[in-house]
């Protein structure tokens, strides 16, 4: 997980607040940004396709 002085750091380089109850929070989202980087990683084509879309005309209206 990330460290918690990088953090302060990253906020204090960018003339924001500290908010020590705001650091674990921080981790989390920092974390899942690098899970979906990690799955983009393992699955670059992901997105390439377009999923087929079928509709039910009956719906339409």
Excluded: S, W
């Amino acid at each position: 997980m990330c460290n918690i002085n990088f953090i302060k750091q990253g906020l204090y380089v960018q003339n924001l607040p500290i908010y020590e109850a705001d650091i674990p929070y921080i981790q989390d989202m920092l974390h899942t940004i690098q899970q979906a980087q990690l799955a983009l990683e393992a699955f670059p084509h992901l997105h390439d396709e377009v999923p087929i879309t079928i509709v039910d005309k009956g719906l339409i209206r």
